[in-house]
């Protein structure tokens, strides 16, 4: 068009609109974490004396990398089953008729109108000793003493997989979505069975989804705070529990500093192994 | 009126601002702020005291704004030149971080009328205690056909897999702790002899909760039967139709002082002093002894009645005798080296 101005590169876009998203950023997530990062560079509680102490303390002390490890092997858990329930219910909202996919996309979506203190203590009523889960199988003779699966692993990761189910549902509707029915028909036609069809079409080009809901459950069940201490109990102790004790109840702002300085990068280097992947599947993909 | 960009602008960052910081628009004066804690004491403040303070204070503005301790005294720190909260309250750990760390003005006892009433324990120059939380056994009277008596009943066969018990995070569970370590001969500097008791009650334990709060959950799951609880927490459950009883045990119910403190470089000193004045006062204490708050009052005009005299204490001298008080100054010093060995020993 004639009428606009010669000087306007239209593959350049203006950065103005995200200033104010930006400012808000910078002053209030990115300022308190670089002093998070200065605090957690102190020896000592009132942060006179610089130091990597907080850091030794944490690295050379096998029960923090415990908690560590468990924490980061809950989300891996979480993230697996979610993956597996997750994946047929978003295959089969591609598969069945508009009534059924606005029922489908409901339930996927109930859980996230609820507050999760509430879900969660509904899987307390669920898991307790006198719970459902418990009683069904008591009244079928199944078993004479009640199982204990509140305050259990067990217990915690069919909770957080039931809490964050969404977050991996949803990317996958949308991955699955976008891949054309007519691969399946021509592969099927093609001579490939249907779990070949499955695994050399469809799970590839849905792999972009895959990615990004495990992203989204696993950094969401790795901090879940209140599911883990509600479902875990006082004696199962995860990251933000144990940040939460040294900040809260021990006022040891440093050591707590450090924790979530620690915990920052292990699930930024999780969430990168997934990006790379990602990345990775994109070459497959398209191949 | 021209509307430019420029001007809506304007407009919509004033208003911001505004909303930010309430404090831009009236920075000369502020009603006064006290920081009571959350759920059942809100309620109970927000009935009795706030009323019982306007009454005799000419209707003077005040504000509740409930958080816990820790909130407290992070955000008086963050600006103790012109703090955002007039009056604290204080669990007996806390109290002491708030009186370390030079938030706190001593209370003004020569001035005060009810502080000389307040039962010695009570008595704090740096805050005195308008209350106490009182830690005893908890049971099911529905499972647990005899009622306990002692700490140690909790340690009995019968209870095997039935007994709750919370981290060390709580106030109540670092004193439980501290009381069992009592019983097998330790002290608030040695709590050795509890650790070991622990050991030994782990066939027994079902659960340790995150917090008190959880607790209560437990029990009305039936996860647990017998647990170490909170006098006013058990009194809610109870209220709510929960089988739930307490119990003083014999070795003496675990008494708390929570203190209540002017915050260093209030702008409302003598409104503070007021309102703990009225905290002070017997009849403010009564009342909120009274279902169905049924807070245990320290100032030793009060005469006790209800459930607080059927299960607690008759009078002052009663309560005195049943309850035991802890060096919280002793605990303090080594609570986190506790919280650590907690954490790595207690494992069901």
């Given at each position: 068009m004639g009428a606009a101005p010669a000087s306007r590169d239209v593959t350049t876009y203006g950065m103005g609109l995200a200033v104010p998203l930006a400012l808000f950023f910078l002053v209030f997530f990115v300022a308190p974490l670089l002093q998070l990062l200065w605090l957690s560079l102190h020896n000592d509680t009132a942060g006179l004396h610089w130091g990597l102490g907080q850091y030794l303390h944490f690295l050379t002390d096998p029960f923090s990398l415990g908690v560590l490890g468990s924490t980061l092997l809950l989300g891996a858990e979480v993230t697996a089953v979610c993956l597996v329930l997750g994946f047929p219910i978003a295959w089969l909202y591609q598969r069945v008729g508009p009534r059924l996919q606005t029922i489908i996309i409901l339930i996927v979506l109930l859980p996230l109108l609820t507050s999760v203190v509430v879900r969660t203590f509904a899987w307390i009523v669920i898991l307790g000793r006198q719970g459902i889960i418990n009683a069904t199988l008591q009244s079928l003779g199944i078993i004479d003493t009640p199982l204990k699966?509140?305050?259990t692993q067990f217990g915690v990761v069919l909770a957080l997989a039931q809490v964050q189910m969404p977050l991996m549902t949803l990317p996958l509707i949308t991955a699955l979505g976008r891949i054309d029915p007519n691969l399946d028909d021509a592969s099927c036609s093609l001579g490939a069975g249907s779990w070949r069809t499955f695994f050399r079409i469809v799970l590839p080009l849905s792999l972009p989804g895959v990615i990004a809901g495990c992203t989204l459950t696993y950094a969401a069940a790795i901090t879940a705070f209140i599911t883990q201490s509600l479902i875990g109990g006082g004696q199962m102790l995860f990251m933000p529990m144990y940040l939460y004790q040294q900040a809260?109840?021990?006022?040891n702002w440093p050591f707590a500093s450090a924790i979530s300085i620690i915990f920052l990068l292990a699930v930024l280097a999780v969430v990168s192994v997934f990006t790379t992947l990602g990345r990775m599947s994109r070459g497959y993909g398209g191949a | 009126m021209i509307m430019n960009r420029r001007s809506l602008m304007t407009t919509a960052l004033t208003l911001g601002a505004m909303k930010a910081?309430?404090?831009?628009?009236?920075?000369q004066a502020r009603p006064l702020v006290f920081a009571t804690f959350t759920g059942s004491w809100e309620e109970a403040h927000k009935a009795v005291l706030v009323p019982a303070f306007r009454k005799a204070n000419a209707d003077a503005a005040m504000v509740l704004d409930p958080m816990l301790s820790v909130d407290q005294i992070a955000k008086v720190n963050a600006a103790?030149?012109?703090?955002?909260?007039d009056v604290m309250l204080h669990d007996p750990g806390p109290a002491l971080v708030a009186i370390g760390q030079d938030l706190v003005e001593p209370y003004p006892v020569e001035k005060s009328a009810s502080y000389k009433d307040l039962i010695a324990e009570a008595q704090e120059p740096m805050g005195p205690a308008p209350f106490f939380q009182v830690v005893g056994l908890t049971y099911n009277p529905e499972a647990v056909k005899t009622p306990p008596t002692s700490w140690a009943d909790l340690w009995k066969p019968e209870f095997k897999g039935r007994v709750g018990i919370t981290n060390l995070n709580s106030t109540l569970g670092t004193g439980w702790l501290v009381e069992i370590a009592k019983m097998r001969g330790g002290s608030e500097a040695n709590v050795d002899p509890g650790f070991k008791a622990l050991e030994e009650l782990k066939p027994n334990l079902a659960a340790v909760a995150a917090n008190p709060g959880a607790l209560a959950t437990l029990f009305q799951q039936g996860q647990i039967d017998i647990s170490p609880g909170n006098f006013n927490a058990i009194q809610i459950l109870k209220a709510r139709g929960v089988p739930v009883e307490f119990v003083a045990p014999k070795e003496g119910a675990i008494a708390f002082k929570t203190t209540i403190h002017i915050v260093k470089n209030s702008p409302n000193r003598e409104l503070a002093f007021k309102l703990i004045e009225a905290a002070l006062t017997p009849e403010v204490q009564t009342t909120l002894m009274?279902?169905?708050?049924l807070i245990v009052p320290t100032n030793s005009k009060v005469t006790m009645g209800g459930e607080i005299a059927r299960?607690?204490?008759?009078?002052t001298a009663e309560l005195k005798q049943k309850f035991v008080f802890q060096d919280w100054k002793k605990i303090n010093e080594q609570r986190s080296a506790w919280i650590e060995r907690f954490n790595r020993e207690i494992k069901i």
């Open positions: 699966l509140l305050y809260s109840t021990l006022q | 910081f309430p404090g831009l628009s009236f920075a103790k030149a012109n703090p955002p909260i009274n279902p169905p708050y299960v607690l204490a008759k009078d």
